[in-house]
């Protein structure tokens, strides 16, 4: 799997990437693509900001309230991702960076890593200073205790 995909990011991006701007050029001119390049650049780092504080302001609120931000979590990767793709020049990389801002996307980008991520882990929450996962209570020290199948954390006497 690594190998196809380090075979996807530095062989065939790369070159639908040329092919884009060749196609890109040739209708429109070198000067006006370039144009074009920045100005989507521009305009997704400026989307950019705003994700980024919109989902800095979730988190915040999702800790104030005591819950632990996963989704913000999630879309804090995802903005980064975007930030990357839109830095390196070119159209196809602008395009998906962009796809990546949008927050529809992002829900379903969410909802693909639940579905593949899910069944890899069951339980996992904090109590007192131990962390309950798939059912063992493990304290700081990485020592683990059974306590049978799932046992909630407001359940562990500390």
């Known amino acids: 799997m690594p190998v196809v995909v380090f075979f996807l990011i530095?062989?065939?991006?790369p070159l639908a990437e040329i092919y884009a701007l060749i196609k890109v050029g040739s209708w429109l001119g070198i000067f006006p693509t370039i144009a074009l390049l920045l100005l989507v650049s521009a305009a997704g780092v400026t989307l950019l900001k705003r994700e980024g504080l919109r989902v800095l302001h979730r988190m915040r609120d999702q800790v104030a309230a005591g819950n632990m931000p996963s989704n913000e979590i999630v879309d804090?990767?995802?903005?980064?991702?975007?930030?990357?793709?839109?830095?390196?020049?070119?159209?196809v990389t602008d395009i998906v960076g962009l796809l990546v801002l949008l927050p529809p996307?992002?829900?379903?980008?969410?909802?693909?890593?639940?579905r593949r991520n899910g069944k890899k882990i069951r339980v996992m929450a904090t109590h007192g200073g131990r962390i309950v996962h798939n059912g063992r209570v493990h304290d700081v020290h990485?020592?683990?205790e059974k306590r049978g199948p799932a046992t909630p954390p407001e359940a562990i006497e500390s």
Request: charge should be positive; charged fraction near 10%; aromatic fraction near 12%.
């Open 76 to 91: 804090g990767v995802c903005l980064v991702l975007a930030g990357l793709l839109l830095v390196v020049p070119g159209f």
């Open 105 to 114: 996307f992002r829900a379903l980008l969410r909802s693909v890593l639940r």
């Open 142 to 144: 990485g020592t683990f």
């Open 10 to 13: 530095f062989v065939v991006l």
